[in-house]
Nanobody, 129 residues
Framework: QVQLVESGGGLVQPGGSLRLSCAGS????????IHWFRQAPGKEREFVAA????????SYADFVKGRFTASRDNAKNTVYLQMNSLKPEDTAVYYC??????????????????????WGQGTQVTVSS
């Protein structure tokens, strides 16, 4: 059993930055790839980024590539999402999720909900002037 808790969301102006954290506890955190998703009102949940178990492989959705960076520090059982050059369309609830089966290198194209073992409760990001 793994518990995930997101933090770091808030209100930011367009062009600003935020760093989200996903803290894991209660299990073998470093045995799972960790993925970021987001969901805006009226939209389906969408894949944002993924980082492999050791942190050496990352993948990103096209709409965040060059702006967002995912990383992990297994000594702290924490995964990060650094978000720069934020746009109003980035406004959403951001979730982290752990998967034993979905590899980070494949996640952009294959990220079925049933293959994710644990989810955090989400953190709100609002980009507005």
């Amino acid at each position: 059993q793994v518990q995930l808790v997101e933090s770091g969301g808030g209100l930011v102006q367009p062009g600003g930055s935020l760093r989200l954290s996903c803290a894991g506890s209660g299990g073998t955190f470093d045995r799972y790839s960790i993925h970021w998703f987001r969901q805006a009102p009226g939209k389906e949940r969408e894949f944002v980024a993924a980082v492999s178990r050791g942190g050496g492989t990352k993948s990103y959705a096209d709409f965040v590539k060059g702006r967002f960076t995912a990383s992990r520090d297994n000594a702290k059982n924490t995964v990060y999402l650094q978000m720069n050059s934020l746009k109003p369309e980035d406004t959403a609830v951001y979730y982290c999720a752990a998967s034993f089966m979905v590899q980070a290198m494949c996640a952009r194209k294959w990220n079925p909900e049933y293959e994710y073992d644990y989810w955090g409760q989400g953190t709100q990001v609002t980009v507005s002037s």
